[in-house]
């Protein structure tokens, strides 16, 4: 079980490092994040084609609607930063964007090992592979200059349906997403076993203003390992 789990997260890391070093994104004054291949950085506008779209037609934006392009070279170009503060000599950081929730659905599996498996099966008769469904409400906090944001996630789910059985779970992250993607979790998870910490990582995809995350969930134990993954969708919302 754990060569199967390792294979899994190895599987899963590769992808997204892959995934997310190719592609720009252009983050707009709004919060929108447009994944795109940035043509060119004009004097007013910015010309690119979406990423979804690459044969697709050239688009134009103005500079004046964007915040920053995070490039897929891992670099950054921010606009219409603030200017220099000249009472006491410090630059002054561009603002933080702001506040913004994304919710939506929530479905995946949980593979439960160690004696926790064992209990599973005698108090409850299920197997140690439980589908999960549930829904994902995000808070965007903050996101600074260098594109890194403030998250916290409120996840409730419900396991085990396809053998019958009801085992809901509430889980609450407090975490960080960088300004590739890649995002890190931790907070209290709560279920039938008990109360007990979980540690989350994964990525976000965007397609047409639609995310799809993808989350790797461990939770650790004194009887055992609960390993998750989770995919779904969600959108903006104000």
Same mark, same amino acid.
């Given at each position: 079980?754990?060569?199967?789990?390792f294979?899994?997260?190895?599987?899963?890391?590769?992808?997204?490092?892959?995934?997310?070093?190719?592609?720009?994104?252009?983050?707009?004054?709004?919060?929108?994040?447009?994944?795109?291949?940035?043509?060119?950085?004009?004097?007013? !506008?910015?010309?690119?084609?979406?990423?979804?779209?690459?044969?697709?037609?050239?688009?134009?934006?103005s500079?004046?609607? !964007?915040?920053?392009?995070?490039?897929?070279?891992?670099?950054?170009? !921010?606009?219409?930063?603030?200017?220099?503060n000249?009472?006491?000599?410090?630059?002054?950081?561009?603002p933080i964007?702001?506040?913004?929730?994304?919710?939506?659905?929530?479905?995946?599996?949980?593979?439960?090992?160690?004696?926790l498996?064992?209990?599973?099966?005698?108090?409850?008769?299920?197997?140690?592979?439980?589908?999960?469904?549930?829904?994902?409400?995000?808070?965007?906090?903050?996101?600074?200059?260098?594109?890194t944001?403030?998250?916290?996630?409120?996840?409730?789910?419900?396991?085990g349906l396809?053998q019958?059985?009801?085992?809901?779970?509430?889980?609450?992250?407090?975490?960080?997403?960088?300004?590739?993607?890649?995002e890190?979790?931790?907070?209290?998870? !709560?279920?039938?076993?008990?109360?007990?910490?979980?540690?989350?990582f994964?990525?976000?995809?965007?397609?047409?203003?639609?995310?799809?995350?993808?989350?790797?969930?461990?939770v650790?134990?004194?009887?055992?390992?609960?390993?998750?993954?989770?995919?779904?969708?969600?959108?903006?919302?104000?």
């Open positions: 079980m754990k060569k199967f789990i294979l899994l997260f190895s599987i899963f890391s590769f992808f997204v490092f892959f995934r997310v070093q190719a592609q720009d994104i252009i983050i707009k004054k709004n919060a929108e994040e447009i994944p795109a291949k940035v043509l060119e950085v004009e004097i007013e !506008v910015i010309k690119y084609k979406r990423q979804d779209n690459l044969e697709g037609p050239v688009i134009s934006i500079k004046a609607d !964007v915040f920053m392009i995070k490039y897929a070279n891992g670099t950054k170009e !921010v606009f219409n930063a603030a200017p220099a000249t009472t006491n000599n410090k630059v002054q950081e561009p964007i702001e506040m913004i929730r994304l919710n939506g659905p929530r479905l995946g599996f949980t593979v439960v090992t160690g004696r498996a064992d209990r599973l099966d005698d108090r409850l008769n299920a197997g140690p592979v439980l589908s999960q469904f549930g829904w994902q409400f995000e808070t965007r906090l903050f996101t600074t200059d260098n594109g944001s403030g998250l916290f996630e409120f996840i409730p789910l419900i396991g396809e019958g059985k009801f085992l809901p779970s509430l889980n609450g992250l407090i975490g960080l997403r960088g300004a590739k993607g890649l890190f979790g931790v907070g209290p998870n !709560v279920s039938v076993a008990g109360a007990a910490l979980a540690f989350a994964g990525t976000t995809f965007q397609a047409r203003n639609i995310n799809y995350p993808v989350n790797v969930a461990v650790p134990g004194n009887q055992g390992l609960r390993f998750s993954l989770l995919v779904g969708f969600n959108a903006r919302r104000n």
